[in-house]
């Protein structure tokens, strides 16, 4: 659920990001985090695991841009990505107002991308959202693998795998190394907002 | 997806509602926010606490817990209180969509913040 407060004049969406385990979205709000000046970020909040795996959510709030005169606040989360955790997921996703979509590349993590779009799509549903309604944008992960010889997806392969039908935006990524990350996160919080600003703000 | 439009107004009251039932009691600390974790308002001092993070964390408390509470057979559990040392939190249900946090010291009774808590819930969801 956005919010839109008059007296603050600000204006709050919620991005989740969501895919299989070690895809690579607790890095991309690392690498956001890392890259941003403070006058622009929050604390970075982390529940994970001593294994660094994400037990529930991380959350990095940001304040980026201004529609009208609102001041845009975005709260960035992550779900854990392990299918262990799929009640915290449903938690997690929430009152959100978009969500990008981190697919591993790796080819032998082509099953979990599926059935982690399933996932998505199911939760959203028990929330009444319609994935084809919701802001999405896919995130093609850990593009840099190839380059080690180890075996990847092509990109259309992911794209036949994932986006075929909901034909969302999509960008490649080294999370690591902050390729793809502000493409794919400038790109979602337009599409977010102005979703709302649509819906919300005549 | 809904969207919550609060007009300077709606706070104004919100924070009248919150001083006169829980800051005048004692309470250090009174939020509402919604299941999204968002805050819609907050009163009280606040400095040394992150509220941002406090209000994401006591959101995602409460849907974990309602995820206890279906897999026990229970509808869910409307109030949530944790204590501590120095400071005591207290969660309760507003409706649907909201949750009221407040922070308080031993110094107040934990059945005087329940019995405001639930007044102000009352005023609240009039509103
Ligand atoms: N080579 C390479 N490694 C990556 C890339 N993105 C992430 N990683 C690594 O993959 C591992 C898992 O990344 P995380 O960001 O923790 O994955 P996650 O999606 O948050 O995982 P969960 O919290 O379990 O859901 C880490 O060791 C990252 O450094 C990438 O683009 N290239
Ligand atoms: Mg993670």
Redesign the interface.
């Known amino acids: 659920?956005?919010?839109?407060?008059?007296?603050k004049k600000e204006i709050?969406c919620?991005i989740v990001y969501y895919g299989p385990g070690r895809s690579g979205k607790t890095t991309n709000l690392l690498y956001i985090y890392n890259a941003l000046p403070d006058k622009f970020k929050?604390?970075l909040?982390t529940i994970e695991t001593k294994g660094e795996r994400t037990l529930?959510?991380d959350?990095l709030?940001l304040s980026l841009g201004k529609i009208k005169d609102l001041d845009i606040r975005l709260?960035l989360y992550t779900v854990p990505g392990q299918a262990l955790y799929k009640?915290?997921r449903?938690?997690?996703l929430?009152?959100?107002?978009g969500v990008v979509f981190v697919a591993d590349s790796l080819r032998i993590r082509r099953e979990k991308n599926k059935e982690s779009l399933a996932d998505l799509r199911e939760h959203l549903l028990e929330w009444q959202?319609d994935i084809h309604?919701?802001p999405l944008v896919f995130q093609y992960n850990k593009r840099d693998l190839e380059k080690m010889g180890i075996p990847i997806l092509s990109i259309e392969e992911l794209q036949e795998d994932l986006n075929k039908d909901l034909k969302a935006p999509y960008f490649e990524a080294v999370a690591p190394k902050g390729i793809g990350v502000f493409e794919t996160l400038k790109t979602i919080s337009k599409m977010s907002v102005r979703y709302?600003a649509q819906?919300?703000l005549k | 997806?809904?969207?919550?439009?609060?007009?300077?107004e709606k706070?104004?009251r919100l924070e009248k509602l919150l001083h006169d039932y829980l800051i005048a009691i004692g309470v250090n600390l009174a939020l509402l926010i919604?299941?999204?974790?968002?805050i819609?308002v907050s009163v009280g001092q606040n400095e040394e606490v992150?509220v941002?993070?406090l209000a994401?964390?006591a959101a995602?408390n409460f849907?974990?817990t309602n995820?206890i509470a279906k897999l026990l057979g229970e509808d869910d559990f409307s109030i949530l209180y944790h204590k501590g040392k120095k400071d005591n939190i207290h969660l309760s249900k507003i409706g649907e969509?909201v949750i009221l946090v407040t922070v308080f010291t031993d110094e107040v009774p934990l059945g005087l913040v329940r019995l405001k808590a639930s007044q102000v819930a009352k005023e609240i969801q009039a509103l």
């Open positions: 659920m956005a919010l839109i407060d008059l007296k709050y919620k929050g604390k909040l529930f959510f959350l709030p709260q009640p915290a449903k938690i997690v929430k009152g959100a107002d959202m309604e919701i709302i819906k919300y | 997806m809904g969207v919550l439009i609060l007009t300077p706070v104004a919604d299941e999204a974790g968002n819609l992150d941002t993070s994401a964390l995602a849907g974990a995820q969509d």
